[in-house]
Nanobody
Framework: QAQLVESGGGLVQAGGSLRLSCAAS????????MGWYRQAPGKQRELVAA???????TYADSVKDRFTISRENVKKSVYLQMNSLKPEDTAVYYCYADLRTQVGIRMRDSWGQGTQVTVSS
């Protein structure tokens, strides 16, 4: 079984920066894609950014040129550097992973517990 644990959320003023981290642990053999979703109050969960094992990245249009996703495969970790934050970035940010366990089970949607990011104006 796999666990994802996020850290790094908090309160920041508009224009500021935060760095989110997510570490996977458990009986994992391969992590194909890792990424971040977010959910603001009253809104659907949306993809923020994702990165494949090989380093190919995808970003939501709303965060391009402000957020950078990266990963360290050896550490089974993914990071989200968020710059030029705006009040509309306020949300709970969830780490996710598409992975395979050591017994060969593919788990396409493993989620962390979420971390709150609040951007004040």
């Amino acid at each position: 079984q796999a666990q994802l644990v996020e850290s790094g959320g908090g309160l920041v003023q508009a224009g500021g920066s935060l760095r989110l981290s997510c570490a996977a642990s458990g009986s994992i053999s391969t992590i194909y894609t890792m990424g971040w979703y977010r959910q603001a109050p009253g809104k659907q969960r949306e993809l923020v950014a994702a990165i494949t094992w090989g380093g190919t990245t995808t970003y939501a249009d709303s965060v391009k040129d402000r957020f950078t996703i990266s990963r360290e495969n050896v550490k089974k970790s993914v990071y989200l550097q968020m710059n030029s934050l705006k009040p509309e970035d306020t949300a709970v940010y969830y780490c996710y992973a598409d992975l395979r366990t050591q017994v060969g089970i593919r788990m396409r949607d493993s989620w962390g517990q979420g971390t709150q990011v609040t951007v004040s104006s």
